[in-house]
T-cell receptor
Framework: QQQVKQSPQSLIVQKGGISIINCAYE??????FPWYQQFPGKGPALLIA?????SEKKEGRFTISFNKSAKQFSLHIMDSQPGDSATYFC???????????FGTGTRLKVLA | SAVISQKPSRDICQRGTSLTIQCQVD?????MFWYRQQPGQSLTLIAT?????????ESGFVIDKFPISRPNLTFSTLTVSNMSPEDSSIYLC????????????FGPGTRLLVL
């Protein structure tokens, strides 16, 4: 019940296309859902985060869609660029516990 | 966002030795966290370090193997003791920062290779 299932494991997208990464969870106590971007040789960097009281959050080309009833959330990268090529991790946490549950990661490659 | 730095950035060590990794945050934080990330894998929490108290370890991680210090609100160390090749991994520290108390920011990681 503590797992966060992430798919796909890897993704290849053409430049200008839309990249979509999905995550699903079981624990309804989770109330904060961040996405992290990690480049090779670097630590994960917070990209965008959402709480379950909203269905969508957009920051630039990055959008989180949240479906509370389905217990799913997804990251959409619009107009994907080669510089977006990285590994993306979703995560979930229950406020006050300070313990993130991370997805397994998606390796995104955007072709020039 | 605050800056989190780690030293060393990478190291190659012999089996049976120990390595201490340092993590410095440029602002005071209550909680710091240590993670392990094996190549191509996700992040696994090792322990949570609060200033002034013993670290809290996750299942599968023990203090004798991964002793942690938290001497003040901006600094922590993780020691990987009696290393074996299976300890080869990336070790990351993180801290709760930002407006949302749940938000964790990560350091750049320490890449450890044990021969």
């Amino acid at each position: 019940q503590q797992q966060v299932k992430q798919s796909p494991q890897s993704l290849i997208v053409q430049k200008g296309g839309i990249s979509i990464i999905n995550c699903a969870y079981e624990n309804t106590a989770f109330d904060y859902f961040p996405w992290y971007q990690q480049f090779p040789g670097k630590g994960p960097a917070l990209l965008i985060a959402i709480r379950p009281d909203v269905s969508e959050k957009k920051e630039g080309r990055f959008t989180i869609s949240f479906n509370k009833s389905a217990k799913q959330f997804s990251l959409h990268i619009m107009d994907s660029q080669p510089g977006d090529s990285a590994t993306y991790f979703c995560a979930a946490i229950t406020s006050g516990t300070y313990k993130y549950i991370f997805g397994t990661g998606t390796r995104l490659k955007v072709l020039a | 966002s605050a800056v989190i730095s780690q030293k060393p950035s990478r190291d190659i060590c012999q089996r049976g030795t120990s390595l201490t990794i340092q993590c410095q945050v440029d602002s005071q934080v209550t909680m710091m966290f240590w993670y392990r990330q094996q190549p191509g894998q996700s992040l696994t929490l090792i322990a949570t370090a609060n200033q002034g108290s013993e670290a809290t370890y996750e299942s599968g991680f023990v203090i004798d193997k991964f002793p942690i210090s938290r001497p003040n609100l901006t600094f922590s160390t993780l020691t990987v003791s009696n290393m074996s090749p299976e300890d080869s991994s990336i070790y990351l520290c993180s801290a709760n920062l930002g407006l949302a108390e749940e938000t964790q920011y990560f350091g750049p990681g320490t890449r450890l290779l044990v021969l």
